[in-house]
């Protein structure tokens, strides 16, 4: 069965700190994987999109990583801002034999950030 | 903003309303969606229309109906809705239905149906 599953749920930081969120997944045959930034009140935006051959994609402050062997990705947020409290949304897209798209979305990540 | 815009941004009704959800994309994509958010879930497909044609229908029940008047807008019709509807609804839009090109989504409409 085609899963998403995010890590932790929820996280409280610091203002300045660092944090890691994780995303695994058992989408097969995979496609790619998207990160999204939900801020509350606000649809999902995108911050970065891999594919199977990405093992790193960086923007601004927000740094993504895939392991497709391992079938897991994560986003490392740097010197995080208040800004940054959001919730943080794994998508793996999918390709069925007839060439039909999936998107499997993950729970997310609430993440807070505070001074 | 994402170029993407919902209106009403918050709505109540009771089962027995008649309402409906509008979307509108400036962005010139010829895709559009229907997502269903809820608390504790992942967001949830609901219809995609491609070039104005309703090309995904993920088994949602009758008591929404999409309507798709021309690329740029997109409503959702609702009728005889359950409490368990209360969500929030996001309208997205893409260029092609390619899993690879970026949806923009915009802010949602919060139903709760009383």
């Known amino acids: 069965k085609n899963q998403v599953e995010q890590s932790p749920q929820s996280l409280i930081i610091l203002e300045g700190k660092n944090c890691t969120l994780q995303?695994?997944?058992?989408?097969?045959?995979?496609?790619?994987l998207r990160w999204y930034k939900q801020d509350t009140g606000r649809g999902p935006v995108s911050l970065t999109i891999m594919t199977f051959s990405e093992n790193t994609k960086s923007n601004g402050r927000y740094t993504a990583t895939l392991d497709a062997d391992t079938k897991q990705s994560s986003l490392h947020i740097t010197a995080s801002q208040l800004s940054d409290s959001a919730s943080y949304i794994c998508?793996?897209?999918?390709?069925?034999?007839?060439?039909?798209?999936?998107?499997?979305w993950g729970l997310g990540t609430s993440l807070a950030v505070n001074p | 903003e994402t170029g993407v815009t919902q209106t009403p941004r918050h709505l109540v009704m009771g089962m027995t309303n008649k309402k409906s959800l509008k979307c509108e994309q400036h962005l010139g994509h010829n895709a559009m969606y229907w997502y269903k958010q809820s608390a504790k879930k992942p967001l949830e497909l609901m219809f995609v229309?491609?070039?104005?044609?309703?090309?995904e229908n993920n088994s949602v029940p009758s008591r929404f109906s999409p309507e798709c008047p021309n690329s740029s807008h997109l409503f959702l019709h609702l009728h005889t809705l359950q409490p368990e509807d209360s969500a929030l609804y996001l309208c997205?839009?893409?260029?092609?239905?390619?899993?690879?090109?970026?949806?923009?989504f915009g802010p949602g409409t919060r139903l709760t149906v009383l």
């Open positions: 998508v793996v897209s999918s390709i069925n034999a007839g060439n039909n798209r999936k998107l499997i």
């Open positions: 229309y491609s070039l104005e044609e309703r090309v």
């Open positions: 997205a839009s893409s260029q092609e239905t390619s899993s690879y090109n970026e949806q923009f």
């Open positions: 995303c695994n997944y058992t989408v097969s045959p995979f496609s790619n």
